[in-house]
């Protein structure tokens, strides 16, 4: 009973995270010169290098607005995350809702791999200063 | 037929989720556990994948739970510097 109304706490926490976020987000830009609110990436402040996360500050504010090639065009791991959360979403409604298991693509070591093998080849390429790789940075 | 238990959650979404929102590495040692996960399970070392689905989860609540961190600290002193400037009348 203690724990289920403990996790009841922590979702409604979680809930108002996410829902600050979203409108704080959707408000301020992130690449705004006055207004500097949002923490900078701190691997990039460190080393000068961008990593697989850089941009997606931006890219949540641009895709909240609706402006989703710009927002992409930041972060281009988004196309990943979209996918991944759309499926998990899509394997869930179909359990739960309509009692049908699917086949999870996503449980395959074969796709956990090329997740890996993508997020790092991407983080590689995007730090390369030439020209097709710059659209990659953030 | 060898009865085989229930493939563990890799966690694979909230490795990524952790790796693009919180740039920190611990996401991506989280997405290294997530794809042990799935390999040990299909290899049949049960034992195992349980192991490494645990250090996926871990991982990737501690990439989150440390920017999480970074973020309310930011934000304090940010706060902290936003009524210092109204109190100074500088706004």
Excluded at chain 2, 21 to 45: F, H, M, Q, R
Aim: charged share 15%; with cysteine.
């Amino acid at each position: 009973m203690a724990t289920s109304r403990l996790r009841l706490f922590l979702y409604i926490i979680i809930a108002i995270l996410l829902i600050s976020a979203v409108s704080l987000y959707f408000f301020v830009n992130p690449s705004s010169e006055e207004i500097q609110l949002f923490p900078k990436c701190p691997f990039y402040s460190f080393t000068g290098l961008y990593c697989p996360g850089c941009g997606s500050q931006r890219a949540i504010h641009d895709i909240l607005n609706g402006h989703f090639i710009e927002g992409l065009r930041h972060n281009y791991l988004f196309i990943l995350l979209g996918f991944v959360l759309g499926y998990e979403a899509l394997t869930f409604i179909r359990l739960t809702l309509f009692k049908k298991e699917t086949y999870n693509v996503i449980h395959t070591s074969k796709f956990t791999i090329m997740v890996l093998v993508i997020v790092l080849v991407f983080w590689l390429l995007r730090n390369l200063p030439l020209y097709p790789f710059t659209e990659l940075a953030p | 037929m060898e009865n085989k238990p229930t493939r563990p959650n890799s966690y694979l979404a909230l490795a990524i989720i952790s790796t693009i929102l919180c740039c920190l590495p611990a996401g991506i040692v989280s997405i290294i556990y997530s794809t042990k996960v799935n390999s040990l399970y299909e290899d049949g070392n049960y034992a195992e994948a349980e192991r490494a689905s645990k250090n996926a989860k871990t991982w990737g609540i501690v990439s989150v739970a440390l920017a999480l961190l970074i973020y309310i600290v930011i934000f304090a002193i940010y706060g902290i510097a936003i009524f210092a400037a109204i109190a100074n009348g500088d706004f």
